[in-house]
């Protein structure tokens, strides 16, 4: 009797797993596009990359990479696109595995993601400046050794995020239990409480429609792929960021916000003495001072980044 209890219960227990997930995905709906401009699709090995442009297409092309972790998505650039459109014409793209853009169950791999920005710096734009965010920042600097890039501006670059363990990658990716554990992962507090740790100085930054959006992104079909690579550190690259940037012959600037944790301003400066680079410090910001402080971010992008170190008050 116990016995059947048990089993009862455990299929009970499943039973509603796959109810919950099957309704967590129904009310995230479609995902609509967060920037003002024209979509576009980039079909890239059999993936449907989708991707926004604006601006006047004779002025310098700037590539927007947006960081990675669950929900992650070119609306990272909503606060500057419009800004940066004034002056460029500006590209923004979901990349393969996040919110608009398709998401097939691969495995996802740094060189995937490497690979891409290769390819499509090489056919959408025409010698970009590419911004690139966190982890992806990696991604850029490994593809602008390989096709031809005006600028490099990565901000709070990474090339370590996390031990690597490739069975929490299979656990993530199982359909029942590992999308149980995903949309735990991806809640909305869970998003609220990464932007509050780690993506805003000022919580009063972190607005409901940001956390409801990121929240949408995140339950898509297919989300969990690319999140799982990333959670399980097999998305950090095998070569050394420094030695990388050091190698490129490519003006690069490292934007870095002075109160960040995950990736400490000291690693910045590191990074910058290693390689010989640029550094702009933003005060009162964390991983993402270019969505904290567009204005900011935007002015010294236009000014061409020049100085070797800028403090910015606000």
């Known amino acids: 009797m116990k016995v059947r209890t048990l089993l009862g219960a455990a299929a009970g227990a499943v039973g509603a797993a796959v109810v919950g997930n099957r309704l ?101 734009t025409d010698d970009p400046v590419v911004v690139a965010s966190s982890l992806t920042g990696s991604f850029a600097a490994d593809a602008a050794g390989e096709t031809d890039v005006t600028a490099l501006v990565l901000i709070c670059p990474t090339d370590e995020t996390a031990p690597e363990r490739p069975w929490l990658r299979t656990l993530v990716r199982t359909p029942i239990v590992g999308t149980t554990v995903y949309n735990l992962l991806a809640s909305k507090p869970s998003i609220r409480y990464f932007y509050d740790r780690d993506g805003y100085y000022d919580s009063a930054a972190i607005d ?65 003495e290693a390689a010989d680079l640029e550094l702009v410090v933003i005060d009162y910001a964390t991983q993402l001072p270019h969505a904290e402080h567009p204005e900011t971010f935007v002015e010294y992008l236009s000014a061409g980044l020049t100085s070797a170190e800028t403090d910015v008050g606000e």
């Open 208 to 272: 409901d429609a940001k956390v409801a959006y990121a929240w949408k992104g995140a339950h898509q079909p297919g989300s969990r792929y690319a999140s799982a690579s990333f959670a399980a550190g097999t998305l950090d690259p095998d070569v050394d960021l420094a030695t990388t940037l050091a190698e490129l012959e490519v003006p690069t600037t490292l934007v870095w916000g002075r109160d960040a944790e995950l990736v400490p301003l000291r690693e910045g400066r590191d990074l910058a």
């Open 24 to 124: 967590l995905a129904k009310r995230a709906g479609d995902l609509e596009n967060p920037l003002s401009g024209v979509e576009r699709t980039f079909r890239w090995r059999g993936i449907e990359v989708r991707y926004t442009v604006a601006g006047d297409p004779d002025d310098q092309d700037v590539l927007l990479l947006h960081g990675i972790h669950a929900g992650a998505s070119s609306n990272e650039f909503e606060p500057v696109f419009e800004r940066l459109a004034e002056h460029y014409h500006v590209v923004a793209v979901d990349l393969p595995g996040f919110a608009r853009s398709e998401r097939p169950p691969l495995v996802y791999s740094p060189t995937l993601y490497a690979e891409f920005v290769r390819d499509f710096a090489a056919d959408v």
